[in-house]
């Protein structure tokens, strides 16, 4: 006798009835992502601080953040087979536990070799947080309204960023680590309980399919141009986002960063929804290439830095920009590929964004120290336009073979 599989819901597309864009299980999802993004961002400032206080300095707390970045992107390329062999809940529940029981190792040791290690495992879990719920969310949104529901995943997913990270530097301060490494794995291990109402897995087209799609994995889809452009393009924009984040602070006044650093952020949220909705109505292939220009258009007035006022418009613009691109590239990226391919997609995105910070923090640093901050930010505008033949698309429409 076959194993009976659950599947996740499809959708009904009918015109009689329009499907509501929230239903239960994405409901849950969003409340999985929020609460393993919370717990992550509590701890993203506060490990490296609490390396630096542990004597490590400077280097140590690139290290730690070098580890954790290091184990995510190298998950999310193993991650379609693990997904297509154990199935989503499985994974899933395996990476809350990843990313969030590590932490209470934490407060035993401030060594850098204990938390360089915690690092490394936290950075698996968090691999499988992003993967997994942009997957399930691609899977549970109507086709009709994919960019919608992104775009309010979105909204979902970047709140935490705003308020959690601030919140866990500030609790650092006033109460100590102990219990900001406590709320982070607690925030992160409560998604378990969204869990069990979840179905095991995404098996493609729904029941009345005649036979489920074949496995679409992560060699297929570095195979896959149609799936690449959207996610290279992506990349650029993520390697300014990755720039802005190191080193802003150093560049402009304290104050002047804080505020910074806010703006972008909200704007890039709140576009990121806007996208959703434009991009369901007009298709959302033509929003990306004008989304990346206007990212590069911000960058380029921090050439204008420090002065105030150019920053904070850079980073409205900016902002703006990336958030359009962040939608419209996975809205892209999941029409072209078949169900069975969302893991895939939703893991080629996130290397995308993980990668391009990290390369973007990397090259940023050498182009500074040569030219200074000023040159430096209007090469890396000059960069992100290379990459607008990738965001060009003739036939918005097209699924990749």
């Known amino acids: 006798m076959s194993e009976t599989r659950e599947t996740l819901p499809r959708p009904?597309?009918?015109?009689a009835a329009r499907p509501p864009l929230v239903g239960r299980h994405l409901a849950l999802v969003f409340a999985a992502a929020f609460a393993t993004l919370t717990g992550f961002f509590l701890l993203f400032s506060v490990v490296p601080m609490y390396a630096v206080d542990g004597g490590a300095g400077g280097v140590g707390a690139g290290v730690t953040t070098g580890a954790l970045m290091?184990?995510?992107v190298?998950?999310?390329?193993?991650?379609?087979?693990?997904?297509?062999?154990?199935?989503?809940?499985?994974?899933?529940?395996?990476?809350i536990v990843l990313l969030g029981a590590p932490s209470l190792a934490l407060p035993f040791s401030s060594a850098m070799a204990a938390i360089t290690a915690v690092s490394l495992v936290r950075g698996l879990g968090f691999a499988v947080a992003v993967v997994v719920t942009g997957a399930l969310v691609a899977a549970l949104v109507p086709a009709e309204r994919r960019g919608e529901g992104i775009g309010l995943f979105g909204v979902v997913a970047g709140v935490p960023s705003l308020l959690a990270?601030?919140?866990?530097?500030w609790l650092a301060r006033e109460v100590g680590y102990t219990p900001v490494f406590v709320a982070g794995a607690v925030a992160s291990l409560a998604a378990l309980a969204a869990l069990p109402a979840l179905p095991r897995r995404i098996t493609g087209p729904g029941p009345s399919a005649p036979a489920p799609e074949r496995p679409f994995g992560i060699v297929a889809g570095?195979?896959?141009a149609a799936l690449l452009r959207p996610a290279l393009a992506f990349a650029s924009t993520a390697m300014a986002a990755g720039i802005l984040v190191t080193f802003l602070p150093d560049a402009v006044p304290a104050g002047v960063a804080a505020a910074a650093l806010f703006v972008q952020p909200a704007a890039?949220?709140?576009?990121?929804?806007?996208?959703?909705?434009i991009?369901?109505?007009?298709?959302?292939?033509?929003?990306?290439?004008?989304?990346v220009a206007v990212s590069a258009a911000g960058i380029a007035l921090l050439s204008l830095a420090p002065d105030t006022v150019a920053v904070l418009a850079a980073m409205v613009v900016f902002g703006a920009g990336f958030g359009v691109t962040q939608n419209a590239s996975m809205a892209v990226m999941f029409e072209r590929a078949p169900a069975s391919g969302y893991g895939t997609v939703s893991a080629l995105w996130n290397i995308g964004y993980d990668g391009g910070m990290g390369v973007g923090g990397a090259a940023f640093g050498f182009a500074a120290a040569a030219t200074g901050y000023p040159a430096a930010f209007a090469l890396t505008a000059a960069v992100m336009l290379l990459a607008l033949p990738l965001a060009f698309s003739r036939r918005p429409g097209d699924r990749s073979s």
């Open 12 to 15: 009904s597309t009918t015109a």
């Open 70 to 72: 290091l184990t995510t």
């Open 74 to 95: 190298l998950a999310e390329l193993s991650l379609p087979r693990l997904l297509d062999r154990f199935g989503h809940r499985r994974v899933f529940a395996a990476g």
């Open 165 to 169: 990270l601030p919140l866990g530097v």
């Open 222 to 224: 570095l195979r896959s």
């Open 268 to 277: 890039a949220t709140l576009s990121r929804w806007w996208a959703g909705r």
């Open 279 to 291: 991009g369901d109505r007009h298709g959302a292939a033509r929003l990306l290439l004008p989304a």
